[in-house]
Structure formats: structure tokens, C-alpha cells
């Protein structure tokens, strides 16, 4: 809690508030200086575990010889398998919030994600709204980003951090560690979806990603490239799908006197 003042109605009075947590996290890989992310300092474990997953230095749980948290120094020491393992030259600053850092943006090594998953539009909403309510910190304080991971009725992880790339992150990390598929499953964020979170949307060969505000450019062309189903600006009484609206269950309503409901073609971009 921290003590604020609070404005209302031409009156300063001191109140005390919860306010959004941020520390540097120095990863170590083999005794050497990978990169400090800012985060919330939660469940770091997760963040460093699916950071080095999305970044392709680990590729599961067997890669991974030690690791070890030191919260208080803000450190966390990774000891990988591979011995032989150097840290990349090349830092590309993201438009992720906190301080959003990759070695690795290149989508087209990702191939098109092909999935038979589907998904009713009138599960998207209530899915998000589980996702708000489950965020306990946003809840507390606001300022934060949440994660989920779901199938098509409830969440199956929550992850909230200042950054809302380290919230996906920390959605793989807990995955790897409970063993839990990411494959063919929603992910769903209360941030911005930008190129970098479907790149890591990609990696988890999630088929949707839903987000409470919007995608960027560069993350709507991508996700037509790579086969995810985009969807953006979840309100109660609807959302914008932004590409493969084809996955989406949906049937038109029809008059009462006819027969069934038939399936109806969504006319995408260019059809």
C-alpha cells in the first residue's frame, strides 16, 4: 500500500492505495548476462521459463539444468544443458510496456498454424469477462496486464504483470511447468495485441488470440500469414474479428417458419 492524495470536489485529503508493483529481473544463462526484464515481481519462475521458451533457448523443461531465484537481488540463474549455449548479439527493443526486449522477431520462421479448433462467438465474452475477475491485482490496483490460458468454457492459468508480453510469458512458463498443452487452446490478454505477442501467440500454436483492446498492423498481416484467428475490442454485445473469421461457429439466425440454420460464409479481405 502507498500513501497518495487524492483530488475530488476541490478537496486533497492523503488516502492509501494499492499501487502496481515494477522491479528489474537480471537473467543469468550459464553464468552469463542474457538481458534484465521489468516485471512484476510474481511468479518469476514462470516469466524466465516461458521467456526462454518464446526467445527458442529452451524448447522444454529438458533443456533446463537449474534454476534458481533470487528475488531480493532481483537475479534469477539459468543453467541450460547445453554448455555450448552463447547469448545472442542482436536486442531487439519491442513495443511490449515494461520494457519489452526480444532476440527473435522473425514470423516467418513459424509456420501456418493449421487447428480444427472452433470457438462460439457467444463464449468470447464470457471468457474475457472470467479473465478480468480472476486478475486479482488488476482488480486491486489497475495498471497491470492479465493473461489467460483457455479452452472453449474456463481458464485454465491466469498471469498478471506490468507487461503485458511478460504476462504471456509467465502463461508458458506455468504451462511448461504443470505440463500443460498450449497447443489448440485461446489465449486471451487485456493488452494490446502487437507483433510481438502473436509471435508468442505463434510459438504457442495458440489458434486465437483475444484481446480486450486492439492488434496493430503488423500483428493483423501476420496473423492472416500464420493461420490466428484475431479478435479484438471484446464489449458485451460484441467484438472485431481481424482475420480467419472462418474458425468462428457461427450460423445466422433465421426466420422462425424456416426449416435449420444454416451455416453462413464470412467474406473475408480480398474474397
Known amino acids: 500500500m502507498?500513501?497518495?492524495?487524492?483530488y475530488e470536489r476541490g478537496v486533497i485529503e492523503p488516502q492509501r492505495i494499492a499501487v502496481v508493483e515494477e522491479a528489474?529481473?537480471?537473467?543469468?544463462?550459464?553464468?552469463?548476462?542474457?538481458l534484465t526484464l521489468l516485471c512484476t515481481p510474481a511468479d518469476l519462475e514462470d516469466l524466465v521459463?516461458?521467456?526462454?521458451?518464446?526467445?527458442?533457448?529452451?524448447?522444454?523443461?529438458?533443456?533446463?539444468?537449474?534454476?534458481?531465484?533470487?528475488a531480493e537481488s532481483g537475479v534469477a540463474r539459468v543453467e541450460l544443458a547445453d554448455r555450448g549455449f552463447r547469448p545472442p548479439k542482436r536486442r531487439v527493443f519491442t513495443s511490449g510496456c515494461g520494457g519489452g526486449l526480444s532476440f527473435h522477431l522473425r514470423l516467418n520462421d513459424y509456420p501456418p498454424l493449421y487447428s480444427r479448433r472452433s470457438l462460439a462467438?457467444?463464449?468470447?465474452?464470457?471468457?474475457?469477462?472470467?479473465l478480468m475477475?480472476?486478475?486479482?491485482?488488476?482488480?486491486?490496483?489497475?495498471?497491470?496486464?492479465?493473461?489467460?490460458?483457455?479452452?472453449?468454457?474456463?481458464?485454465?492459468?491466469?498471469?498478471?504483470?506490468?507487461?503485458?508480453?511478460?504476462?504471456l510469458d509467465k502463461i508458458q512458463g506455468a504451462a511448461l511447468r504443470a505440463g500443460l498443452a498450449t497447443r489448440d487452446r485461446i489465449l486471451l490478454s487485456s493488452g494490446r495485441i502487437s507483433s510481438e505477442m502473436l509471435r508468442k501467440g505463434a510459438r504457442m500454436e495458440a489458434p486465437f488470440l483475444v484481446s480486450r483492446?486492439?492488434?496493430?498492423?503488423?500483428?493483423?498481416?501476420?496473423?492472416?500469414?500464420?493461420?490466428?484467428?484475431?479478435?479484438?475490442?471484446?464489449?458485451?454485445?460484441?467484438?472485431?474479428?481481424?482475420?480467419?473469421p472462418e474458425r468462428l461457429d457461427y450460423r445466422r439466425p433465421v426466420a422462425a417458419d424456416q426449416d435449420a440454420e444454416l451455416p453462413i460464409r464470412i467474406a473475408t479481405a480480398g474474397s
Do not use: C, M, W
Request: proline share 4%; hydrophobic share 45%.
Open 2 to 6: 502507498k500513501r497518495i492524495y487524492r
Open 24 to 34: 528489474p529481473l537480471t537473467v543469468l544463462v550459464n553464468g552469463q548476462e542474457l
Open 49 to 70: 521459463l516461458g521467456f526462454l521458451y518464446h526467445e527458442r533457448i529452451l524448447d522444454g523443461l529438458e533443456g533446463l539444468a537449474a534454476l534458481e531465484i533470487d
Open 121 to 130: 462467438p457467444a463464449a468470447v465474452y464470457p471468457l474475457l469477462k472470467q
Open 133 to 167: 475477475a480472476a486478475a486479482v491485482r488488476y482488480l486491486e490496483s489497475r495498471g497491470i496486464h492479465a493473461a489467460a490460458l483457455s479452452d472453449d468454457s474456463r481458464l485454465l492459468l491466469v498471469r498478471e504483470d506490468v507487461g503485458r508480453h511478460n504476462a
Open 213 to 244: 483492446t486492439s492488434p496493430t498492423t503488423l500483428a493483423i498481416e501476420n496473423a492472416h500469414r500464420l493461420g490466428i484467428t484475431l479478435i479484438g475490442y471484446v464489449r458485451p454485445g460484441g467484438f472485431n474479428v481481424y482475420s480467419h
